[in-house]
């Protein structure tokens, strides 16, 4: 009885930080934040209590539209083509080559790039007129797109350069990979079964696991794309005169979108409501994933 | 000739991943006109050194850096301190948090920061640490949900028998977590040092809502002003993203296995 | 901050007593020690701007003992918006005059009707138009500073090349000469542009308001859909019509601003709409000789067909306001003064001076082409959109309208008709 009730005022010693911190920095601003959103709230005045009024106009608000399109366009494309690159590479390095560890060093600093820093890099590689790209591309005869002026462009450069940052996803993969045992594939050999069989069999099912948890965390990442877009918007070669969102707001994002919403109109509650929205729609996929997830995720061997 | 194959194409993507650097560096070293001339030369007509120089009198870089690197050691500390301390309670500990917290502290991970930033910002201002860099501090002394995940799964890996041997000797856990449990997580401490070093050095929207003070920024808050305020030419922008990327390759280069591992202890167990 | 406050009080009050009595012991009459209270002043001029604001405000605590300003530059207007509303904000700061509707409505900025009253201050000698920028609902909240307006310049050389020898006075004389002027490469991107269109922004306002026409009708709706801003809108569209939106897009990308590689600056544009900095910055620091660039300066262009009237230039300007909860609203009030209204700030950061007398000071003329800016200043009229607390809502729909406009994903009037429509539904007309 005494060593439990030790225990119990041990644990709750050493997890006090962690339980000050939820409490006052992520319980209560969960809560406060939903009624914030139900509200109509300049940090000049005190909270107007508003009921649906935000939920409301925000349907109605182009911009907000927007943003979520423009979320959800980077979510759909920039998830599975990083994936599909990081496992790709990781699949490259995976053999047993001369120089491996040099390759896996090139292959993943880029990841570690600030992305303030990375984000400019681009911009600049991406110039319309000077960027190293379209220089590329003129001399193949490609047409050269005017990467952050045209609206059509803007978001592909931005997962041009998501692709450049595999870095991380890719180590996943490839340590994954490197914890397959070599007897799968050696019973698969024997069976006769070629590099194509082998990889849909063996490979992919083992990865499984590996792969939703890149899934959702990719997911959720891409939905609150931030910094490199901000970055763009003064760095960017221009764009709807100065104004954020790039082109025709092809890259206000959601992130960006609540972010001016809170710090630059100062309009808390409107601020509030889109992230709560965001809460839910995150949730929700998460849950769709996990849910879908029993179909395709193998656990643990065959 | 399908041996050569994946040879070849490691080869061109080894390119693509490692040209855009060489191309910052390149553009970093020349002069104005010379870097925004149409052409695709690699190696600059001149090496200016001076260009890097500029930059360091245009702003205060090395100031940033300094703040920037402070911040990193202030929170890193706070992060092996605390983090280390909620993991031992989920694993070293028997009591009823040991199962229940944990989830928990997974889940939030998966909570937008969107949802907290605003409450979180206006309780900094009711404090009048707006402006401060308490605001950027605070949560690295809070324990972070991924750092006591990696933490925890290392600790689980640690043999039982010490800690009940120490704890028979009538150890208390204070004991135990100081004395055994902290000298065997070396690997691990490293691991989170380097990725909370990671994490302050290139943190931009914690700045970007907190610093007022010019002369407080942090390295990316002061590179994003740099181009934004001042319309430099792009070899001076190159040279200023090269300041702000060369300590973090530096510091990959002396710390790659605790990178790799880390990361592969998150994704795999994940 | 009060405790701070006292302390150095106290400090101050101990150290003027103590050096007042060694000095009163060599003097007949013993000196009363005058404490200097406090004024913080947090203002948005970085770099080499920033260091003559600091000289300014030094100049200033030398030259009075009632009031220290301490000046702080702060990159960033939003923080100094969210430390006045969590009461640690300064006590005057300045922003730029299409915030100050929004603002007054919060409650953050002091009516300064008052103070103007009782200090007996007129504003009849200011350039016409420019108080202005500081009224909102007829209530003046601010002090306007550093007044900028856009001419049209250009490049003498590539003009008398196409046979031009005196610059566009009308919209369609400026298209045509830009036409005339542009050179073109063989794969059709652009080698000289004739076009004003770098930098990356429209000059839309500007040239509706030297085209006569008004973004607001009296009783406060948005009008974009006037004539005179469709035909602003379609200048632009028949250029990029003939030559591109494409390319004139990518030309947008080929220089940065004001640095050696922009495009003026290197020959490869001939009409540029831009303020009184340019010719600075052109001849002082980037130290282009006339030889290599002899530009021109003269007016925007006005809309043909219309009889001549009295010019007229959409000016905007710094303004400077003391805020409602600030500590020291006099000593706020008194640097106004002393500083911002009596033009020294103009002088010293070689802005336009709001007084019209002042345009002749002898200390601008070593600024590049001040004259050209300072003798438009004295016959023009300066319009101003009225302030409105949707400002800022209603400059994005604005501007995000214009941008399909002039990359012809809809016509001049389709885009005016709908920022019009939304225009007045987000004022609430």
Redesign the interface.
């Known amino acids: 009885m005494k060593k439990k009730h030790k225990d119990t005022i041990a644990g709750l010693l050493f997890a006090s930080p962690w339980i000050i911190g939820f409490l006052i920095f992520t319980l209560y601003p969960i809560i406060i934040s939903l009624y914030y959103g139900f509200t109509d709230f300049s940090i000049f005045k005190p909270p107007i209590f508003v009921g649906l009024d935000n939920y409301k106009a925000l349907f109605k608000d182009e911009l907000f539209i927007k943003s979520l399109n423009n979320t959800l366009y980077m979510t759909a494309f920039a998830t599975p083509i990083n994936l599909l690159f990081g496992l790709g590479t990781a699949m490259l390095l995976n053999m047993k080559i001369k120089g491996m560890s040099f390759y896996r060093t090139i292959f993943y600093i880029p990841s570690i790039v600030p992305q303030v820093a990375a984000t400019i890099l681009w911009v600049w590689i991406l110039n319309a007129r000077y960027g190293l790209l379209n220089n590329i591309l003129k001399i193949f005869g490609i047409y050269q797109p005017n990467w952050f002026q045209d609206p059509n462009y803007t978001k592909p450069a931005l997962i041009i350069m998501g692709m450049w940052a595999t870095g991380t996803i890719m180590i996943i993969f490839l340590a994954a990979l490197q914890d397959i045992p070599r007897s799968f594939y050696e019973s698969a050999d024997i069976d006769g079964a070629n590099n194509w069989n082998k990889f849909i069999k063996i490979t992919l099912p083992t990865l499984s696991p590996v792969i939703l948890y890149q899934l959702i965390v990719s997911i959720i990442f891409n939905f609150q794309i931030f910094t490199q877009a901000w970055v763009i918007g003064e760095a960017g070669g221009g764009g709807n005169a100065g104004l954020f969102g790039g082109p025709e707001n092809s890259i206000l994002f959601y992130a960006t979108y609540i972010f001016y919403n809170a710090f630059s109109y100062f309009k808390m509650g409107k601020a509030s409501a889109m992230a709560w929205i965001l809460f839910i729609i995150t949730a929700f996929i998460t849950w769709l994933v996990f849910k879908t997830s029993n179909k395709w995720v193998t656990y643990g061997g065959e | 000739m399908k041996k050569i194959l994946p040879h070849i194409v490691l080869i061109l993507i080894g390119i693509m991943f490692i040209f855009p650097f060489l191309w910052l560096l390149s553009t970093s070293f020349k002069s104005g006109t010379d870097a925004s001339a149409l052409s695709l030369n690699l190696i600059p007509k001149k090496i200016n050194w001076e260009n890097y120089k500029e930059i360091f009198v245009k702003v205060p870089f090395l100031r940033y850096c300094i703040n920037t690197l402070f911040l990193a050691i202030i929170g890193i500390v706070g992060q092996m301190l605390t983090s280390s301390m909620v993991a031992y309670s989920l694993s070293g500990i028997n009591w009823w948090g040991k199962k229940v917290l944990f989830p928990i502290i997974l889940s939030t991970i998966l909570l937008p920061y969107q949802v907290t930033m605003i409450p979180v910002y206006l309780i900094y201002n009711k404090l009048h640490l707006v402006g401060t860099y308490w605001p950027l501090i605070i949560p690295y002394f809070l324990a972070s949900a991924i750092n006591i995940f990696l933490m925890r799964q290392f600790f689980i890996t640690l043999p039982t028998s010490l800690m009940e041997a120490a704890s028979i000797d009538g150890a208390s856990h204070f004991t135990i977590y100081t004395k055994i449990i902290l000298p065997l997580s070396k690997p691990v401490l490293a691991a989170v040092s380097v990725f909370t070093f990671l994490n302050v050095w290139s943190d931009f929207l914690g700045p970007l809502i907190y610093i007022n003070n010019q002369s407080m920024f942090t390295v990316s808050l002061g590179l994003k002003s740099f181009i934004g305020e001042h319309s430099v030419e792009w070899n001076l922008i190159m040279a200023a993203s090269a300041v702000t990327t060369i300590p973090i390759i530096i510091i990959f280069f002396f710390a790659q296995k605790q990178f790799i591992e880390g990361i592969t202890l998150t994704g795999i167990k994940g | 901050?009060l405790k701070k406050f006292s302390k150095i009080t106290v400090l101050l009050l101990t150290a003027s007593m103590v050096s007042g009595l060694f000095i009163g012991c060599g003097k007949a009459k013993p000196t009363v020690a005058v404490v200097k209270t406090d004024v913080n002043f947090w203002y948005l001029w970085?770099?080499a701007e920033g260091k003559r604001v600091e000289s300014i405000i030094s100049d200033y605590n030398k030259s009075q003992k009632k009031y220290n300003v301490k000046g702080?530059?702060?990159?960033?207007m939003?923080?100094?918006?969210?430390?006045?509303?969590?009461g640690?904000g300064p006590d005057l700061t300045d922003d730029f005059n299409g915030n100050i509707a929004s603002y007054a409505d919060?409650?953050?900025v002091e009516p300064l009707d008052s103070y103007i009253k009782r200090d007996k201050i007129d504003f009849k000698d200011s350039l016409t138009g420019v108080m202005d920028t500081c009224k909102y609902n007829n209530k003046t909240y601010a002090m306007p500073g550093g007044v900028t307006f856009f001419m049209l310049f250009y490049n003498k050389k590539l003009l008398a090349k196409a046979g031009f020898t005196a610059p566009p006075k009308t919209n369609t004389e400026l298209l045509n000469m830009a036409i005339k002027t542009t050179e073109v490469n063989k794969d059709k991107s652009i080698n000289v542009l004739g076009f004003p269109d770098f930098?990356?922004?429209?000059y839309h306002s500007n040239l509706i308001a030297s085209f006569g026409g008004k973004l607001y009708s009296p009783d406060g709706k948005f009008t974009p859909d006037t004539p005179e801003s469709i035909s602003a809108l379609n200048l632009l569209r028949n250029y990029r019509t003939k030559f591109g939106v494409?390319n004139v897009?990518?030309?947008?990308?080929?220089?940065?601003?004001?640095?050696?590689?922009d495009p003026f600056m290197t020959g490869n544009q001939v009409f540029r709409i831009d303020g009184q900095w340019l010719p600075g910055i052109i001849r002082n620091d980037l130290k282009i000789t006339k030889d290599q660039l002899d530009f021109g300066i003269c007016p925007l262009p006005t809309l043909d067909g219309q009889t001549a009237t009295q010019p007229i230039a959409e000016a905007s300007s710094s303004i400077f306001y003391i805020t409602a909860n600030g500590k020291n609203k006099e000593g706020a009030w008194d640097f106004l003064k002393s500083a911002v209204i009596s033009g020294v700030w103009d002088e010293k950061m070689g802005t336009l001076p709001i007084k019209k007398s002042l345009l002749d000071n002898k200390v601008y003329a070593d600024i590049p082409n001040f004259k050209d800016f300072a003798d438009f200043a004295k016959q023009a009229t300066f319009v101003s959109a009225p302030a409105n607390a949707k400002m800022?809502?209603i400059?994005?729909m604005f501007?995000?309208e214009?941008?399909?406009a002039v990359?012809m994903?809809k016509t001049a009037e389709e885009a005016m008709k709908e920022a019009a429509t939304k225009g007045n539904t987000i004022l609430g007309k």
């Open positions: 901050m970085g770099g702080l530059y702060v990159a960033d939003q923080k100094v918006k969210v430390a006045i509303a969590g640690s919060e409650g953050i930098p990356f922004v429209y494409d897009l990518k030309f947008d990308q080929s220089g940065k601003y004001t640095q050696a590689t800022v809502e400059n994005k501007g995000d214009a941008e399909l990359t994903k």
